[in-house]
């Protein structure tokens, strides 16, 4: 069974960076990967999304500029680094995969993810 875990969460201030990462455990076959955030009485939206095969990612645009995503896969090891974080980044940060991938038009569909983490908080001080 596949399981997400995500850490490296934490409280900063406006400008700081973090860099979440989700650890993969067990055997999937995947060919994308995701993160997502949800704050308090917010929907989930989607943050990143890579697609491995076609060699692309995807950014809100929100974060985008200052968000970079990348997987590293000698460690089964998904990142997300956060530059210049700003109050409106603060919610919980999860990772999502899917066996079958949303076409990119949509590359944020939340129901295309079957598989997701725990999640790891964020929060952002002015």
């Known amino acids: 069974q596949v399981q997400l875990v995500e850490s490296g969460g934490g409280s900063v201030q406006t400008g700081d960076t973090l860099t979440p990462s989700c650890v993969t455990s067990?055997?999937?076959?995947?060919?994308?990967m995701a993160w997502f955030r949800q704050a308090p009485g917010e929907e989930r939206e989607g943050v990143s999304t890579?697609?491995?095969?076609?060699?692309?990612?995807y950014y809100a645009d929100s974060v985008k500029g200052r968000f970079t995503a990348s997987r590293h896969n000698a460690n089964n090891t998904l990142y997300l680094q956060m530059n210049n974080l700003k109050p409106e980044d603060t919610a919980m940060y999860y990772c999502?995969?899917?066996?079958?991938?949303?076409?990119?038009?949509?590359?944020?569909?939340?129901?295309?993810?079957?598989?997701w983490g725990p999640g790891t908080q964020v929060t952002v001080s002015s």
């Open positions: 067990g055997v999937i076959v995947t060919y994308c």
């Open positions: 890579i697609y491995f095969t076609a060699g692309r990612t």
């Open positions: 999502a995969t899917s066996r079958t991938c949303p076409p990119t038009t949509t590359p944020f569909r939340v129901t295309s993810f079957d598989t």
